[in-house]
């Protein structure tokens, strides 16, 4: 039953996020440049070498035996899920010299096998991304399930991304942004509270 909800924790976590996310835009760049099977496979890699990898290490980092080590850390991870929703209310600014978005651009211009490229792009694109840092909370706070919460970090970024794909212009229509965002951050502050409240009493 664990290994289901730990699934479905990193698939809601990771999907919703990245609704809307810089690396879901620059996967619609590439729906032009090849079939819509390779640009999905890219982004299974990218997520696998970036999501996996937070994952991985922050389940060694759960699984150390010092009882007190872990509750400090847990109570990290769940402190930083609120901070990552109530951040997620604050405006962003606009910035015209993003140097990560500038540097991804130029990726996306480069004339190699697409699936490579894509997963070059996600990985660099969810570097320090408050999903990344997400699947390294979640890899502290079940350090057993790591596949499960690696395939659920996966299936979450594919299937945001096919929106991005297939459905980019109709979700645009029908479903505001800013409704998309706020779902996530509730979500972030909803496993935040439920974790710290569960952990201190």
Do not use: C, W
């Not at 009882?67 to 609120?82: A, C, H, K, P």
């Not at 951040?87 to 978005?101: A, D, H, M, R, V």
């Not at 211009?109 to 909370?137: C, M, P, Q």
């Not at 502290?140 to 919460?149: E, G, M, Q």
């Amino acid at each position: 039953m664990e290994v289901i909800y730990t699934f479905f924790v990193s698939f809601f976590l990771v999907f919703l996020s990245e609704l809307g996310d810089k690396t879901q835009l620059l996967v619609l760049s590439f729906s032009t440049k090849d079939r819509a099977k390779n640009i999905l496979l890219g982004v299974a890699i990218g997520t696998f070498f970036s999501h996996g990898l937070a994952i991985i290490f922050g389940s060694k980092l759960g699984s150390l035996g010092d009882d007190n080590f872990r509750f400090y850390l847990e109570i990290f991870t769940y402190i930083s899920f609120l901070l990552f929703g109530i951040f997620g209310f604050i405006p962003e600014k606009e910035t015209t010299n993003n140097s990560k978005s500038s540097f991804l651009q130029k990726v996306t211009n480069i004339k190699l096998n697409y699936i490579f490229i894509i997963a070059i792009s996600i990985v660099i694109g969810e570097l320090g991304d408050k999903t990344f840092l997400a699947s390294l909370g979640l890899g502290v706070k079940y350090p057993a399930y790591k596949i499960s919460l690696i395939m659920g970090s996966i299936m979450g970024m594919v299937l945001s991304n096919s929106f991005a794909l297939f459905f980019g212009r109709f979700l645009g229509n029908k479903f505001n942004p800013k409704f998309v965002k706020v779902l996530s951050n509730i979500l972030f502050l909803l496993f935040g509270s439920i974790g710290l409240i569960n952990l201190i009493f």
